[in-house]
């Protein structure tokens, strides 16, 4: 199973952008997604999850109302639509996918993560 996270840039705040994480290999049957992201020197930290059908989905609170993450199956790819864009939203951002149906918010829930996608937002 491979990971595959795009649509990271350079946008002033305010901007938006889309990520996109495309899976090949293996397919999501019933596995929940993820996005989290890292700062320098800061730790990894959940941002969006959405669970198997994409029924339910979680967002870090900083981000509720200007972040949607979405998932495709037929695709096989798992989106995060970011309005609003922040300086303190710049980060490395990391598709993730579990093994289970059921959104967690700790990386070592997630087996499978993407590449990474660097999003900078200017002041």
């Known amino acids: 199973v491979q990971l595959q996270a795009s649509g990271g840039g350079l946008v002033q705040t305010g901007g938006s952008l889309r990520l996109s994480c495309a899976a090949s290999?293996?397919?999501?049957?019933?596995?929940?997604m993820a996005w989290f992201r890292q700062a320098p020197g800061k730790e990894r930290e959940f941002v969006a999850g959405?669970?198997?059908?994409?029924?339910?989905?979680f967002y870090e609170d900083s981000v509720k109302g200007r972040f949607t993450i979405s998932r495709d199956e037929a695709k096989n790819t798992v989106y995060l639509e970011m309005s609003s864009l922040k300086p303190e939203d710049t980060a490395v951002y990391y598709c993730?996918?579990?093994?289970?149906?059921?959104?967690?918010?700790?990386?070592?829930?997630?087996?499978?993560w993407g590449q990474g996608t660097l999003v900078t937002v200017s002041s």
């Open positions: 290999g293996r397919t999501f049957t019933a596995d929940a």
């Open positions: 959405i669970s198997w059908r994409g029924t339910s989905t």
């Open positions: 993730a996918r579990s093994r289970t149906s059921v959104v967690r918010t700790t990386p070592p829930a997630y087996f499978y």
